[in-house]
C-alpha cells in the first residue's frame, strides 16, 4: 500500500517553532508517510537540515505568494495543488493562509490548517483585515489545529469557526532527552563554575520576544551575585540587546552563543528560565526548560499561565511590569531550595500533559481523518 502523500506549505521552513514540530513528527513516522514541503515565502529551508534520513520528502516549486495579486495566486495555487496531487495539504500560519481560500473555492484536496500565533505586528491586537481574510478562508480547511487555548478562543470567538473544526493539540516534548544533566561546557565560550548561576532562555532575537526587557530585569534582580545571563537564539535584535547590556554594563555577565540545536543538552545548565515577551501562543522553549526541572519568570502572555505548575504561578508577571518580573528573578536566584521544589513541579507538570508520545499519536489520528479516501 503506498504510503499518504502529505503536502506542507509553510511561508519559511526555517528553525521556528512550527517547522520544528513538523519535523518531530516527520521523523518520529519516518516512511509511514510521504512529504512534500514547499516555501513560499523567500524559499527558506534551513529545517530540512533536520529530517531524518528515514523521511521521503522532496521539495518542489511552488507559487510565491509575495508577488502579483490575489485571483491570480488563487488560480496558480490551485493548478499546483493538483499537478502535485498530494491526499492531504496541511498549512501553516497566515502566511499559508491564501492557500486556504484556493482550497476552500476549487477544492483541490483536503487540507487542514496550522495556527501557532502572531506575530509583532499583531501583539496587541489581531488586525482587522487578516481576521476578515481568516473569517472567508478557514471553511476551506477540513480542520483547524491550534496547539494553545488562547487560539482556540481567537478561532472560536473571532474567526467564528464551529467548534467541532477545532483541535487543540499542545506541543510536546521528548522527555527522555532531559534525564541526563549536561555538560559543563554544552553553551559554547562558557564553563560553568561551582556556585556560578545561569538565567537562560531559548528564543529568536525577535522585537516581540523583548529581549532587552529581560536584560533589565536581570541587571537588577542579580545585582551582587555571580550569575550570567545566557540567550541563546538568532535574529535581528541581537545589536540592540548587546547595546543594552553595555548601557546597564553588564556586557560581560550577558552571552548571546547565536542558535544551538538540541536544547536538551544545555537547558539543564540554566538555574533559571525567563521568558519576557509582549506575545506568545505555547512557547516550546518553556515546556523544554519546565522537562528540565527549572522554574520559570515569565510575562503573563498567551497560554504560559495555563503551561507552567501550580507553583510557579506566583512567579509570572504582566508583560510591562518589570518591578514584578525583577523581584520574582531575585527572590528566585537567591533560593535554591525554593527553584528545586518549582522546577520538580513544573517536571510533574509536563510528564503529566505535554510529552511528545502523545502529540504525534494525536497528529497521526488528526491527519488520517482527513485524507482523501
Excluded at 510521504?34 to 523521511?55: F, K, P, W
Excluded at 521544589?341 to 488528526?366: K, P
Amino acid at each position: 500500500m503506498t504510503a499518504p502523500h502529505l503536502l506542507h506549505v509553510f511561508s519559511t521552513f526555517n528553525l521556528g517553532g512550527p517547522q520544528m514540530r513538523a519535523v518531530q513528527l516527520m521523523n518520529a513516522w519516518g516512511g509511514n508517510y510521504r512529504h512534500s514541503i514547499v516555501s513560499v515565502g523567500r524559499g527558506e529551508l534551513a529545517a530540512r537540515e533536520r529530517l531524518s534520513s528515514a523521511v521521503v520528502a522532496d521539495f518542489p516549486d511552488f507559487p510565491d505568494l509575495k508577488s502579483g495579486g490575489l485571483p491570480r495566486h488563487l488560480w496558480r495555487i490551485q493548478k499546483r495543488i493538483r499537478e502535485l496531487n498530494p491526499d492531504l495539504v496541511l498549512t501553516y500560519n497566515w502566511g499559508a493562509i491564501e492557500v486556504v481560500m484556493s482550497t476552500r473555492l476549487f477544492r483541490a484536496a483536503p487540507l487542514i490548517h496550522h495556527e501557532d500565533g502572531f506575530g509583532p505586528d499583531e501583539s496587541a491586537a489581531q488586525l482587522p483585515r487578516r481576521v476578515l481574510f481568516r473569517k472567508l478562508a478557514l471553511p476551506g480547511a477540513a480542520r483547524l489545529i491550534v496547539p494553545s487555548r488562547t487560539l482556540e478562543r481567537a478561532a472560536l470567538e473571532v474567526w467564528r469557526r464551529s467548534p467541532n473544526t477545532i483541535s487543540y493539540v499542545p506541543n510536546g516534548v521528548d522527555l527522555s532527552l532531559f534525564e541526563m544533566p549536561p555538560s559543563l561546557s554544552a553553551l559554547p565560550g562558557l564553563n560553568k563554575r561551582d556556585g556560578e548561576l545561569f538565567v537562560g532562555t531559548v528564543a529568536g532575537l525577535r522585537p516581540e520576544k523583548n529581549l532587552t526587557r529581560l536584560v533589565r530585569v536581570f541587571a537588577r534582580a542579580a545585582e551582587g551575585l555571580d550569575a550570567r545571563l545566557v540567550i541563546v537564539g538568532t535574529g535581528p535584535e541581537r545589536e540592540k540587546i548587546l547595546a543594552e547590556a553595555q548601557r546597564l554594563d553588564i556586557a560581560a555577565r550577558v552571552h548571546l552563543p547565536g542558535f544551538l540545536p538540541d536544547p536538551h543538552k544545555y537547558v539543564g545548565l540554566f538555574d533559571l528560565f525567563a521568558l519576557t515577551s509582549d506575545t506568545e501562543q505555547f512557547p516550546i522553549s518553556l515546556i523544554e526548560a519546565m522537562a528540565a526541572k527549572l522554574p520559570a519568570v515569565c510575562t503573563q502572555v498567551g497560554d504560559v499561565s495555563e503551561i507552567v505548575s501550580a507553583e510557579n504561578l506566583p512567579w509570572l508577571a504582566q508583560r510591562d511590569d518589570e518591578e514584578n518580573l525583577t523581584r520574582a528573578m531575585r527572590t528566585l536566584l537567591r533560593d535554591a531550595d525554593l527553584r528545586g521544589q518549582i522546577g520538580a513541579a513544573n517536571r510533574a507538570r509536563v510528564e503529566a500533559n505535554f510529552s511528545l508520545e502523545r502529540m504525534i499519536e494525536t497528529y497521526d489520528r488528526l491527519y488520517r481523518s482527513a485524507l482523501r479516501r
